[in-house]
């Protein structure tokens, strides 16, 4: 599975080669298998964007008009 932005692909990689000097809420990433890390910090990060930019959700209008 490859990764969605340069930041992920990085942090993947630190997980897989240096877990110690991963940030405390990135701690998640070692309960991954050593492949799956892998296969996301081997992605080329020549074509991904810096971060992944969140979906915004809109609120239905009829929620807003609450009587």
Known sequence: MPSVS???QMAMAIA???PSKLYKKNRGLL????SQLHD?????RSELPA??????IKKRD???DYV
């Open 40 to 44: 996301f910090a081997s992605t080329n």
């Open 31 to 34: 309960k991954m298998s050593h």
């Open 16 to 18: 897989e080669h240096n």
């Open 51 to 56: 971060r992944k930019m969140a979906k915004k």
């Open 62 to 64: 009829s929620d807003s």
């Open 6 to 8: 340069k930041a992920q």
